[in-house]
């Protein structure tokens, strides 16, 4: 063997393993490749659950705080129609051409003739003194008593009094309907 063969044989062998590691370190680059691929794919779809959960949460959170909002407006709106709607009915009754005023008075006139024991002072709101001096005078009309209508009787020693004032009557009406009131003005 000559000099240039052996040579030749060294070159070839070199190259031959030269070949071998390249293609051996280009299946580890593949495999790591592979499995650093893999590797994200798996933190990718973790993630993408958790982005996903946290999202449904999130969107959960907005609906019923969005929900809790509405509620919240409609009993505001809802108190707002309920004021407005008793300051009416206030209004209505401190007016004094409203229609019925004279028979319900006389109708007050009647309970109290009912409840009434010995000697009672009546006590007129400002805007019936007139209209309860004709038609109470088996009463001593007593001082003024403020409120919208009607008026107070009590005892002359001051012992008992029964409230029949508009004022009154409309805030024990207004409680015990309530449930009639909203019914009316929201269903």
């Not at 407005?84 to 003739?113: E, F, I, N, P």
């Not at 001096?133 to 209508?149: F, N, W």
């Given at each position: 063997?000559?000099?240039?063969?052996?040579?030749?044989?060294?070159?070839?062998?070199?190259?031959?393993?030269?070949?071998?590691?390249?293609?051996?370190?280009?299946?580890?680059?593949?495999?790591?490749?592979?499995?650093?691929?893999?590797?994200?794919?798996?933190?990718?779809?973790?993630?993408?659950?958790?982005?996903?959960?946290?999202?449904?949460?999130?969107?959960?959170?907005?609906?019923?705080?969005?929900?809790?909002?509405?509620?919240?407006?409609?009993?505001?709106?809802?108190?707002?129609?309920?004021?407005?709607?008793?300051?009416?009915?206030?209004?209505?009754?401190?007016d004094a051409s409203l229609a019925g005023r004279a028979s319900l008075l006389k109708h007050l006139v009647k309970?109290?003739?009912?409840?009434?024991?010995?000697?009672?002072?009546?006590?007129?709101?400002?805007?019936?003194?007139?209209?309860?001096?004709?038609?109470?005078?088996?009463?001593?009309?007593?001082?003024?008593?403020?409120?919208?209508?009607?008026?107070?009787?009590?005892?002359?020693?001051?012992?008992?009094?029964?409230?029949?004032?508009?004022?009154?009557?409309?805030?024990?009406?207004?409680?015990?309907?309530?449930?009639?009131?909203?019914?009316?003005?929201?269903?």
């Amino acid at each position: 063997m000559t000099l240039e063969r052996l040579a030749k044989d060294i070159m070839a062998s070199a190259d031959t393993e030269a070949k071998k590691m390249i293609k051996a370190a280009k299946n580890e680059a593949k495999g790591i490749v592979s499995e650093a691929e893999a590797r994200a794919a798996s933190i990718t779809e973790d993630a993408s659950g958790k982005a996903g959960k946290e999202a449904d949460q999130i969107a959960r959170e907005v609906v019923a705080s969005a929900r809790q909002a509405n509620q919240k407006e409609i009993l505001v709106a809802r108190r707002i129609e309920l004021d407005a709607t008793l300051a009416s009915a206030r209004t209505l009754l401190g007016d004094a051409s409203l229609a019925g005023r004279a028979s319900l008075l006389k109708h007050l006139v009647k309970q109290a003739g009912e409840v009434s024991q010995g000697k009672m002072v009546l006590r007129p709101t400002s805007i019936d003194c007139a209209a309860l001096a004709d038609s109470a005078k088996e009463y001593a009309i007593g001082d003024d008593v403020d409120g919208l209508g009607g008026f107070v009787l009590e005892a002359e020693d001051g012992s008992i009094s029964f409230d029949m004032r508009f004022d009154t009557l409309l805030e024990s009406a207004w409680i015990e309907q309530r449930a009639a009131i909203n019914e009316t003005l929201f269903a």
